[in-house]
């Protein structure tokens, strides 16, 4: 009978265990790697948006046409992209006043539609003297003479003697003319305090404008 001898070591594990602990091991390994190039590019792609950005494309929605939830429900209600862009950008307040003058240059004549509307529920001196510019403009697009006609009316209480009931737009050259001489007038009178934009009086007072409405 042949026994073991006291020199010998004792059993190895088999090959098929070593290359079982291997194969783990190297799983286990290639799964952190994966997971570490899985959370690089997830830093990668998901970059902050910066507020500039929030507002440009609370901007570009304004020019979003209606979209109706499902065939069944068309006939029931529908939701307007743009009264949500319009409410979120009314709530930005002045800081949203410069995205909306960018927007008056838009190729979308529905944003520049919007954002006209939007300066007028917004009053400034600087959204009025953008909208004054936009009549002398005409390499860029801007918003209609009629469009602007109505903002200027809405923000100043001036008309001009201008109706505009019975035609789509005015001739350009009349709403020059009519908003030239009332610009040439009060624009070195035009002051902003907190009730809105109004025109300095020799004796100190400012009588404001009137307040156009929330479109």
């Not at 801007?142 to 005015?170: C, E, I, K, Q, S």
């Amino acid at each position: 009978m042949t026994g073991v001898g006291h020199g010998q070591s004792t059993k190895r594990p088999p090959l098929r265990s070593k290359t079982v602990i291997v194969v783990a091991a190297l799983m286990a390994v290639g799964c952190i790697a994966i997971g570490g190039i899985v959370v690089m590019l997830c830093r990668a792609t998901h970059k902050e948006v910066s507020y500039e950005d929030q507002m440009r494309r609370l901007i570009l929605q304004l020019g979003v046409e209606e979209t109706y939830i499902g065939f069944a429900d068309a006939l029931l209600y529908r939701t307007d992209r743009r009264s949500d862009a319009r409410r979120e950008v009314l709530s930005r307040g002045r800081q949203a006043v410069p995205f909306l003058i960018e927007g008056l240059h838009h190729e979308n004549g529905h944003v520049r539609y919007e954002c006209t509307c939007l300066l007028i529920a917004m009053p400034t001196k600087q959204g009025i003297t953008a909208l004054f510019e936009c009549l002398w403009e005409d390499k860029k697009p801007v918003p209609f003479p009629g469009d602007l006609h109505l903002a200027l009316r809405d923000m100043t209480g001036h008309t001009g003697g201008l109706d505009l009931r019975g035609f789509h737009d005015p001739d350009t050259s009349k709403v020059r003319e009519i908003w030239g001489k009332w610009w040439q007038e009060h624009k070195d009178r035009l002051v902003e305090t907190w009730k809105g934009i109004g025109l300095a009086q020799d004796d100190g007072t400012v009588i404001h404008l009137p307040r156009g409405e929330k479109p």
